[in-house]
């Protein structure tokens, strides 16, 4: 059976590329694509640097990984022109012949991504100074544009990602200083299961408490939702990194599950 946080991680995946519409999905060349049970998601418009979305879930996860199926994949991102994207490995993943499969691509090992789950009950939402609430279609700009630029979306990428808020299943919640927005954070809820992502913070906000607090708000929401379950996930710890957002996630609750590794073309 396949793993809860890639089944909810794939769902929002997909939702987010249904809200491009036709017209943004021809202009920013998004496309997802079924190889062997793996969800391709490609963005030829976007830059390299925007591997949140040119990446790929369920390799080897729900059936065991070919080798032509690998291929296949590379080669989906290779013919449309995406210079960087990463190809996910669960540790579950068979056949465990596939790192080597995907080295033997030409692509190598990047920096992984910590899966993280919580149960229970919300911790109480730490002090800050700025004002929170959860927010609709009309800050959805607000919102693309702190996202955008904490994630490497580029510009381009602020006209789909302000179709978020309002949309069903996405929560965006964004704090504000005195009406300015300061930070976002969304939760993706389908079945039971929750996915935090996409928090970030203007830098002339940084350090007023902005991403605790609307992480303690996304896990009332979820509470008060009856989420049997909340994944988020961020860079594993390297040596040399201070690793913000990893402390920041421990102190909330969540424990490590595991490691993703990623494996994407030479930088």
């Given at each position: 059976m396949e793993a809860e946080s890639e089944r909810i991680e794939r769902a929002a995946l997909a939702d987010l590329h249904a809200a491009a519409g036709a017209t943004l999905t021809?202009?920013?060349?998004?496309?997802?694509?079924q190889i062997g049970g793996t969800?391709?998601?490609?963005?030829?418009?976007?830059?390299g640097t925007a591997v949140?979305?040119?990446?790929?879930?369920?390799?080897?996860?729900?059936?065991?990984?070919?080798r032509q199926q690998v291929r296949e994949i590379v080669a989906s991102y290779r013919d449309a022109g995406v210079q960087r994207f990463f190809v996910s490995r669960h540790p579950l993943a068979e056949p465990p012949e596939l790192a080597h499969w995907l080295q033997d691509e030409g692509l190598l090992p990047a920096r992984g991504?910590?899966?993280?789950?919580?149960?229970?009950?919300?911790?109480?939402?730490p002090t800050t100074e700025l004002s929170l609430r959860p927010v609709g279609s009309d800050w959805g700009e607000s919102f693309a544009r702190i996202v955008c630029a904490a994630f490497d979306l580029g510009d381009a990428a602020v006209p789909w990602l302000a179709q978020i808020p309002g949309r069903r299943n996405w929560h965006v919640f964004m704090s504000f200083d005195n009406g300015s927005p300061a930070g976002t954070g969304i939760l993706f809820v389908r079945d039971g299961l929750a996915i935090s992502d996409f928090g970030a913070t203007d830098p002339a906000y940084r350090r007023r408490g902005s991403q605790?607090?609307?992480?303690?708000?996304?896990?009332?929401?979820a509470r008060q939702l009856g989420c049997r379950r909340v994944l988020t996930e961020t860079g594993e710890a390297v040596e040399g990194d201070p690793q913000h957002s990893y402390h920041?996630?421990?102190?909330?609750?969540?424990?490590?599950?595991?490691?993703?590794?990623?494996?994407?073309?030479p930088a």
């Open positions: 021809t202009r920013l060349g998004l496309e997802l694509r969800l391709v998601s490609l963005a030829a418009g976007l830059p949140v979305i040119n990446r790929c879930i369920g390799l080897g996860v729900s059936r065991p990984a070919t991504w910590q899966i993280f789950s919580r149960t229970g009950d919300a911790p109480s939402s605790g607090a609307l992480l303690a708000r996304r896990l009332e929401r920041n996630i421990l102190r909330f609750g969540f424990q490590p599950e595991y490691v993703r590794e990623n494996y994407a073309p």
